[in-house]
T-cell receptor
Framework: DAGITQSPRHKVTETGTPVTLRCHQTENHRYMYWYRQDPGHGLRLIHYSYGVKDTDKGEVSDGYSVSRSKTEDFLLTLESATSSQTSVYFC????????????FGQGTRLTVV | SQQGEEDPQALSIQEGENATMNCSYKTSINNLQWYRQNSGRGLVHLILIRSNEREKHSGRLRVTLDTSKKSSSLLITASRAADTASYFCAGGSGQNFVFGPGTRLSVLP
């Protein structure tokens, strides 16, 4: 696997609480992505980053925020978790964005009760 | 909205048979990529075909791309039980990748 680590791997949280997921890479790739995966929807882009402090919204960004203060770390925060945010979250990195391949982390399974 | 749409959604074949999965996309792309996902794992990149290419091979994989029809196909020859997984196409464009819902392939021994 490419040098991508997601933490935590599993989390159960209560509705209304904030949650932060972390993605750490050792590949020095410029681009980092957060996707969520739900049955029947494939992977949907939440937010992505094209450099330190440079981020943009994806298809399903409502209720999520991100930060990237260092090249190697990309944080995804659910500001006030809802049951609809129960999902598997994947971080991905890419050297050349859509021009090259992406490498994925192992995923974080988040359950909001 | 999703860029890619795979067809079929699920496919079940016998070991040794060939498996063909199709993907359609909606907008212009730089390339079309195929990924594999084993249950409970992250996606793994299989092959990338650029928009100016028509066919590409990698081992038992053969990918075609028809930009006029905005479609691609992935052929896995001589399938094995270990090929059982979900397969996703993704359109690479600009700074992003847009994934389809995937095809779930089951290869029966």
């Amino acid at each position: 696997d490419a040098g991508i680590t997601q933490s935590p791997r599993h989390k159960v949280t209560e509705t209304g609480t904030p949650v932060t997921l972390r993605c750490h890479q050792t590949e020095n790739h410029r681009y980092m992505y957060w996707y969520r995966q739900d049955p029947g929807h494939g992977l949907r882009l939440i937010h992505y980053s094209y450099g330190v402090k440079d981020t943009d919204k994806g298809e399903v960004s409502d209720g999520y925020s991100v930060s990237r203060s260092k090249t190697e770390d990309f944080l995804l925060t659910l500001e006030s978790a809802t049951s609809s945010q129960t999902s598997v979250y994947f971080c991905a990195i890419s050297e050349g964005a859509g021009r090259t391949e992406a490498f994925f982390g192992q995923g974080t399974r988040l359950t909001v009760v | 909205s999703q860029q890619g749409e795979e067809d079929p959604q699920a496919l079940s074949i016998q070991e040794g048979e060939n498996a063909t999965m199709n993907c359609s996309y909606k907008t212009s792309i730089n390339n079309l990529q195929w990924y594999r996902q084993n249950s409970g794992r992250g996606l793994v990149h299989l092959i990338l075909i650029r928009s100016n290419e028509r066919e590409k091979h990698s081992g038992r994989l053969r990918v075609t791309l028809d930009t006029s029809k905005k479609s691609s196909s992935l052929l896995i020859t001589a399938s094995r039980a270990a090929d059982t997984a979900s397969y996703f196409c993704a359109g690479g464009s600009g700074q992003n990748f847009v994934f389809g819902p995937g095809t779930r392939l089951s290869v029966l021994p």
